[in-house]
């Protein structure tokens, strides 16, 4: 079994910063690709940023230049810095991890609980 524990949501003012964390536990061999999606209200899920095991990183275009995606692979933990945040930010963020549980097993892709980020005035 794999939890993933986020933290750092909030309420900021639009043009702020806030920093998002997700902590991967349990029963882990490797974990490939992390990432942070994200979900507005009566919108689909998307994805925000991901990196992999090696560092590679993808940012959605929409926060290419705010958004920084980092790892601690010692402590299966990624890393969301956000700044300049705009109200349009504004969303339930998940992490995603895919798991390798043991050597010989498939990859399985795990999920956060969610944490609500809110840029308002």
């Known amino acids: 079994q794999v939890q993933l524990v986020e933290s750092g949501g909030g309420l900021v003012l639009p043009g702020g910063s806030l920093g998002l964390s997700c902590a991967a536990s349990?029963?882990?061999?490797?974990?490939?690709?992390m990432g942070w999606y994200r979900q507005a209200l009566g919108m689909e899920r998307e994805l925000v940023a991901s990196?992999?095991?090696?560092?590679?990183?993808t940012y959605a275009d929409f926060v290419k230049g705010r958004f920084t995606i980092s790892r601690d692979g010692a402590r299966n933990t990624v890393y969301l810095r956000m700044n300049s945040l705009k109200p349009e930010d504004t969303a339930v963020y998940y992490c995603?991890?895919?798991?390798?549980?043991?050597?010989?097993?498939?990859?399985?892709?795990?999920w956060g609980q969610g944490t609500q980020v809110t840029v308002s005035s």
């Open positions: 990196i992999t095991s090696g560092g590679r990183t």
């Open positions: 995603s991890a895919a798991v390798r549980v043991y050597s010989d097993y498939a990859e399985t892709n795990y």
């Open positions: 349990g029963t882990i061999f490797s974990i490939n690709r």
